[in-house]
Nanobody
Framework: QVHLVESGGGLVQPGGSLRLSCAAS????????MSWYRQVPGKERELVAI????????NYADSVKGRFTITRDNAKNTVYLQMNSLKPEDTAVYIC??????????WGQGTQVTVSS
């Protein structure tokens, strides 16, 4: 039922910017905590950013603080990740996550971000 579709990934040079989008359907978006994760082959999935469903509190991984911003638009059922000052270490598949009040997780298919000169 829950469906998450990411978009906006691509190839960017170091120092550049990208804006990822996650379009949600099949659930009451405003009642879910939304997050962005990233994953590199052979490494554990990493939480990048999270925004709550109530007062829109946000938290970020230390590695992206000051560079990435997560926002949500409940009217559009969409969560965004603005990524600035990108580094090669940011290269990964970025995956959208929704978590309900029962702590059940739902995942998108991911979008590739490659930071390279």
């Amino acid at each position: 039922q829950v469906h998450l579709v990411e978009s906006g990934g691509g190839l960017v040079q170091p120092g550049g910017s990208l804006r990822l989008s996650c379009a949600a359907s099949g659930f009451t978006f405003s009642r879910y905590v939304m997050s962005w994760y990233r994953q590199v082959p052979g490494k554990e999935r990493e939480l990048v950013a999270i925004v709550t469903n109530g007062d829109d509190n946000t938290n970020y991984a230390d590695s992206v603080k000051g560079r990435f911003t997560i926002t949500r638009d409940n009217a559009k059922n969409t969560v965004y990740l603005q990524m600035n000052s990108l580094k090669p270490e940011d290269t990964a598949v970025y995956i959208c996550n929704a978590r309900d009040s029962y702590l059940r997780d739902f995942w998108g298919q991911g979008t590739q971000v490659t930071v390279s000169s």
